[in-house]
């Protein structure tokens, strides 16, 4: 009884991840510019100095860009992506609708983690690939950690970006709203720049999940002599910030729109 339960409910997620998936690569548009943003950064930043080595690290740029920008695809799929749509669905009453259909709300969320999770892997084997075959970027030495990375990565920001979508008012402030908060935690991550270690920005940044998955990205390359590849401190504040952004969906996600 137990396993056919289980099964049944299985079927219902895998099916609800198939329509998720088919709407996702339906819209080429937005399907290109969730997964071919980040590969566009790391051409543009390998083609103007990728083999120029990166200040404070001593690596190759091109080696600090592929897992950083690998990141970058994890969060804006499951983070940027993610909360505009829920918020647009949520406006035009697409949630309501679905909320009265028999779909089980913990299925449909389940689907949207694992949709992003496939769009995610997406991403990150792409750039690894472009990195490795365009630009002579060295591949992960441990596998398991990046995996574990993107994992944690996956299941925090699409809490947060839950959470995030349960904070914006309209499906017109979604983008505006979403973009800034993202761009700005990005820009104090060192995504773009290396950030000096001890420096006030470096431990500023420390408190927010952006450049922590970055960190815990760029271990598995054990680009530094007698680094760890798992970077398990920095997997820790993911966590944690995943499960902040559990505890605000779970309190304040609703189905209807806001202007009702």
């Known amino acids: 009884m137990m396993a056919a339960v289980a099964r049944r409910r299985a079927k219902m997620v895998g099916r609800q991840v198939y329509y998720e998936q088919l709407s996702f690569w339906r819209n080429p548009f937005g399907a290109f510019f969730t997964i071919g ?11 103007t100095g990728g083999s120029g080595k990166v200040v404070f690290l001593h690596v190759k740029e091109i080696q600090y860009y592929v897992p950083g920008f690998a990141a970058y695809g994890i969060m ?37 983690l694992l949709s992003a999770l496939v769009v995610s892997v997406v991403q990150v084997v792409v750039l690894l690939m472009v990195g490795r075959f365009g630009f002579h970027a060295r591949l992960p030495v441990d596998w398991a950690p990046l995996v574990i990375a993107i994992a944690v ?10 959470a995030a979508s349960t904070i914006v008012p309209n499906e017109d402030a ?7 908060v993202f761009f ?3 820009f104090l991550s060192g995504l773009w720049f290396p950030l000096q270690r001890g420096s006030a920005l470096a431990q500023f940044s420390d408190y927010f999940p952006v450049g922590r998955l970055i960190r815990a990205m760029f271990a598995p390359f054990q680009l530094l002599p007698g ?14 910030w995943g499960a902040v952004g ?8 609703r189905f209807e729109p806001r202007r009702s």
């Not at 943003?37 to 083609?47: K, M, R, T, Y």
């Not at 979604?174 to 800034?180: D, Y």
């Not at 680094?227 to 944690?240: F, K, Q, T």
């Not at 559990?246 to 996600?253: H, K, S």
């Open 37 to 47: 943003f980040s590969l566009i950064f790391l051409v543009l930043f390998a083609a």
């Open 76 to 112: 804006s799929a499951c983070f940027n992506t993610l909360a505009i749509s829920l918020v647009n669905r949520r406006e035009s009453g697409l949630l309501k609708r679905i909320r009265l259909s028999p779909l089980p709300a913990w299925a449909m969320i389940g689907a949207l």
């Open 153 to 162: 990565g996956v299941l925090c920001f699409t809490a947060l970006g839950v």
């Open 174 to 180: 979604a983008g505006p709203v979403v973009s800034i």
């Open 184 to 186: 700005v935690m990005l």
């Open 227 to 240: 680094a760890s590849p798992w970077a398990w401190g920095d997997l820790g504040v993911v966590a944690i």
């Open 246 to 253: 559990t505890f605000v969906a779970v309190r304040r996600f």
